[in-house]
C-alpha cells in the first residue's frame, strides 16, 4: 500500500510556545461513516471516520525536543429529519513531527474516528475540523442511516473500508486506541477510492448479530463476497469462506485483491449464511478504482467520461469546448495534464486539488441523486454548486405546505465577501429536484424577487450574470 500514516496523539495539548508554521490551504476533511452494535448495551453506535492532511495543519515548534506540534478539533452536530438538533459530539488530538520532519509532506494523512450513540433512523450529521493553530477550517456533511440491529435474526453492520487491517498483540502500547477494533489495528479509508496500478488489495471490516448458538463446536458460518460494476453485471467472485462460530456474534476482517479490477466504479457485496439456522443476511458498500499513470493506457469509455465528469465544473468554457471536440484519448491526455497543472508539487503521487475534486464529486453523488443508482447528483443544480464551491458554512431548509413551495438555502461566509445560493422545489424541477433561483454570487443567476417562486410557482426571471452549466 503506497501511503504514509502518522497516528493521532490523544494526550493532552503540550504548553509549548515557539515558532508559528502556519498551513497554507484551507483543511481537506474526508470523511464517512459505518454503524456497529453493541448487543451487551443494545446500543448502536455510528463511527465517523475520517482524515486529514497533515502538511495543511499549522505546527508550533517545541523549545524542548525540537519537534513541531499540530493540534484539531473535530465535532460532529447531528440532525433529524426535521432539521432538528438531536446529538453532538467532538474530539481533540495532535499531531508530532519528530525534529519537525515531515511537516511539509503532503502525502501524510491523519485518520480518527469519533463514535456517536445513536437510535434508529435517518440523520444528517454536519462535521468541522478547526487547526489550533493556523485556525483553518475543513467542513463536510455526511446523511446517516442507522439500521435496527435490537432484534434476533442474523444481521450485518455495515461494510467498513480501509487501507490496512492487522492484529495488534495484547498489551502492545497503540498511540491511537481509537483506531483498535476487536484487536485490530483498522486505518480506515473514509474516500472509498483506490488508485489503480498502486492499490492492489483492499480490506474489509464488519461485524455479524445474531449468529444462532452453535449445537455443536464445529458448527460453522459462510461467507461471500463478490464485486459487481455499477450496472449490475458480476465482475469478481471471491468464493464461499468458512468460519465457526464464536458465539452469537463473530468478527470479519478480509483482505480482497482488487488487481485485476479495470479503473471503474464498482459495488462490494458480502453474503452471509447461517445454514444450521437457514438465515440470511448481506451487506454491500460501494468503491472505485481511479487511474493513474500506472494504469491501462487505454481506458474504457466509461472511464473516460468519469474523468470528463469529475473534471467538467473545473474546466473554462473553452476546454469544455475542446474536450468535446477531442478523441477519447484526446480527453484522457487533456484532464490528466489539466490536474498536473494544479499539482503544487508534481513529484509526489498525491494531488490534494484532484482528491478534493473527487471528494467533492463522490459527496454531490451521494446526497444529490435523483437516480437510485446515486450517478447523477454531480449534475444536478446543488451538485453544481458544491462541486463548484465546496462545502457550505450553513444550511437552511423549509418544508412549507399549502401553495409554498420546499426550498433549501445555502451560505457562504469567506466565498466572494459572503453569499448565498437558493433552491427550490416547484413543479418546474419536476418536484424531485431543487433548481437554483437565486444567489448573491457574482456570476450565478441573480433573482432578488426569488421568495415569489414559493408562492406561485412562476419563475420571477432573474439575471444570470454568466453562461451556468444547467443544460449541459
Request: proline fraction near 4%; aromatic fraction near 12%.
Amino acid at each position: 500500500m503506497k501511503y504514509k500514516m502518522i497516528v493521532l496523539m490523544l494526550t493532552a495539548f503540550l504548553a509549548i510556545f515557539g515558532q508559528v508554521v502556519s498551513a497554507n490551504n484551507s483543511l481537506t476533511l474526508i470523511a464517512d461513516y459505518a454503524t456497529f452494535y453493541i448487543p451487551s448495551e443494545a446500543t448502536t453506535y455510528v463511527e465517523i471516520y475520517y482524515s486529514l492532511y497533515r502538511h495543511q495543519l499549522g505546527f508550533v515548534d517545541s523549545e524542548q525536543d525540537e519537534s513541531g506540534y499540530a493540534g484539531v478539533l473535530v465535532s460532529a452536530n447531528v440532525f433529524n429529519e426535521a432539521g432538528e438538533t438531536v446529538d453532538s459530539a467532538s474530539t481533540y488530538f495532535l499531531s508530532k513531527a519528530e525534529n519537525g520532519v515531515g511537516q511539509d509532506d503532503e502525502t501524510i494523512r491523519l485518520f480518527d474516528y469519533l463514535p456517536i450513540k445513536m437510535m434508529p433512523g435517518n440523520y444528517r450529521v454536519d462535521i468541522s475540523a478547526i487547526d489550533d493553530v493556523s485556525k483553518n477550517i475543513g467542513k463536510t456533511s455526511l446523511l446517516v442511516t442507522v439500521p435496527d440491529y435490537n432484534g434476533e435474526q442474523l444481521i450485518s453492520s455495515d461494510l467498513q473500508l480501509a487501507y490496512d487491517i492487522h492484529d495488534i498483540p495484547e498489551d502492545s502500547p497503540v498511540a491511537n486506541s481509537r483506531l483498535v477494533k476487536e484487536g485490530r489495528m483498522v486505518v480506515p479509508n473514509p474516500t472509498g477510492f483506490y488508485q489503480a496500478g498502486v492499490d492492489s488489495v483492499i480490506y474489509v471490516y464488519s461485524e455479524l448479530y445474531g449468529l444462532a448458538s452453535a449445537i455443536s463446536e464445529s458448527e460453522e458460518f459462510a461467507v461471500n463476497y463478490t464485486v459487481k460494476d455499477i450496472s449490475g453485471n458480476d465482475v469478481f467472485d471471491y468464493g464461499v469462506m468458512k468460519y465457526q462460530k464464536p458465539g452469537n456474534s463473530a468478527v470479519l476482517a478480509n483482505m480482497l485483491n482488487i488487481s485485476t479490477l479495470k479503473p471503474g466504479k464498482y459495488f462490494l457485496f458480502m453474503k452471509v449464511k447461517d445454514e444450521v439456522a437457514d438465515q440470511r443476511t448481506m451487506a454491500t458498500r460501494r468503491f472505485a478504482l481511479v487511474g493513474s499513470s500506472a494504469a491501462e493506457a487505454a481506458p474504457s469509455e466509461d472511464d473516460v467520461q468519469l474523468m470528463v465528469d469529475i473534471a467538467w465544473y473545473h474546466l473554462s468554457e473553452a476546454e469544455k469546448i475542446r474536450v468535446g471536440d477531442l478523441s477519447p484519448a484526446g480527453k484522457v491526455n487533456l484532464i490528466r495534464q489539466f490536474w498536473r497543472d494544479r499539482d503544487d508539487d508534481p513529484s509526489t503521487p498525491e494531488n490534494p486539488v484532484y482528491d478534493e475534486a473527487v471528494i467533492r464529486f463522490k459527496y454531490a453523488n451521494d446526497n444529490f441523486s435523483t437516480q437510485s443508482d446515486k450517478q447523477n447528483g454531480w449534475h444536478t443544480a446543488r451538485g453544481r454548486v458544491y462541486i463548484t464551491y465546496g462545502p457550505y458554512d450553513e444550511r437552511w431548509e423549509e418544508i412549507m405546505t399549502g401553495k409554498s413551495y420546499p426550498y433549501i438555502k445555502w451560505e457562504y461566509y469567506r466565498l466572494e465577501g459572503g453569499c448565498m445560493f437558493v433552491f427550490v422545489n416547484d413543479f418546474v424541477a419536476g418536484a424531485v429536484d431543487y433548481r437554483l433561483v437565486h444567489s448573491t454570487h457574482p456570476r450565478e443567476k441573480y433573482d432578488p424577487r426569488w421568495e415569489g417562486i414559493l408562492e406561485d410557482g412562476e419563475d420571477q426571471g432573474g439575471d444570470w450574470r454568466s453562461p451556468g452549466d444547467e443544460d449541459f
